[in-house]
T-cell receptor
Framework: AQSVTQLDSHVSVSEGTPVLLRCNYS??????LFWYVQHPNKGLQLLLK??????LVKGINGFEAEFKKSETSFHLTKPSAHMSDAAEYFC????????????FGGGTRVLVKP | NAGVMQNPRHLVRRRGQEARLRCSPM?????VYWYRQLPEEGLKFMVY????????ESGMPKERFSAEFPKEGPSILRIQQVVRGDSAAYFC?????????????FGDGTRLSIL
């Protein structure tokens, strides 16, 4: 069985400061991991994905994430937050044992203060 | 190059009515997934379909919910005799194949409200 835990339900940062969103996963197989962002009343947009290539993954809008197998973590970071980064972020795992269906973390809501 | 299209964006139904949610996958995608998002929660998998086949419906409630993806036309998620607890956002996603390194592309969702 696979599962995802996002350690913070809310994160508040000031514009221009770093953002860290924490994610731990559990998977019975070699997982694929994703981060999606959801703006209010919108669908989900893919930020980045890890698929067993480089452990440091660069995504869109300056986000990146590092896969650490020993820690079963896939934390998302951005060096400098922008007001437009205010949204909800989901860490997601998929593996073949689960037939490619996605398992979502509970989400982290990011607030960016001016 | 249109993305995943869902309609309607908002749907209001009274208890006991039927709700039909439609999803047209991205061009060239033959795999469709439905997810439900309850208020203040993450998305939960409901069902996975390919053309004319249900591959995995392990997340579907046992009663009142059904899904199809016909040879022609959009995928339909159907909820019969809706109840207040069905109020949620329903998202459709599509992918070109079943490889687990292919990201799923999401539509903007249908927000279902039950009066």
């Amino acid at each position: 069985a696979q599962s995802v835990t996002q350690l913070d339900s809310h994160v508040s940062v000031s514009e221009g400061t770093p953002v860290l969103l924490r994610c731990n996963y559990s998977s019975s197989y070699s997982p694929s991991l994703f981060w999606y962002v959801q703006h209010p009343n919108k669908g989900l947009q893919l930020l980045l994905k890890y698929t067993s290539a480089a452990t440091l993954v660069k995504g869109i809008n300056g986000f990146e994430a590092e896969f650490k197998k020993s820690e079963t973590s896939f934390h998302l970071t951005k060096p400098s937050a922008h007001m437009s980064d205010a949204a909800e972020y989901f860490c997601v795992v998929s593996d073949r044992a689960a037939g490619n269906k996605l398992t979502f973390g509970g989400g982290t809501r990011v607030l960016v203060k001016p | 190059n249109a993305g995943v299209m869902q309609n309607p964006r908002h749907l209001v139904r009274r208890r006991g009515q039927e709700a039909r949610l439609r999803c047209s996958p991205m061009k060239g995608h033959s795999h469709v997934y439905w997810y439900r998002q309850l208020p203040e929660e993450g998305l939960k998998f409901m069902v996975y379909l390919q053309k004319e086949n249900i591959i995995d419906e392990s997340g579907m409630p046992k009663e009142r919910f059904s899904a199809e993806f016909p040879k022609e036309g959009p995928s339909i998620l159907r909820i019969q005799q809706v109840v207040r607890g069905d109020s949620a956002a329903y998202f459709c996603a599509s992918s070109p194949d079943r490889q687990d390194n292919q990201p799923q592309h999401f539509g903007d969702g249908t927000r279902l409200s039950i009066l």
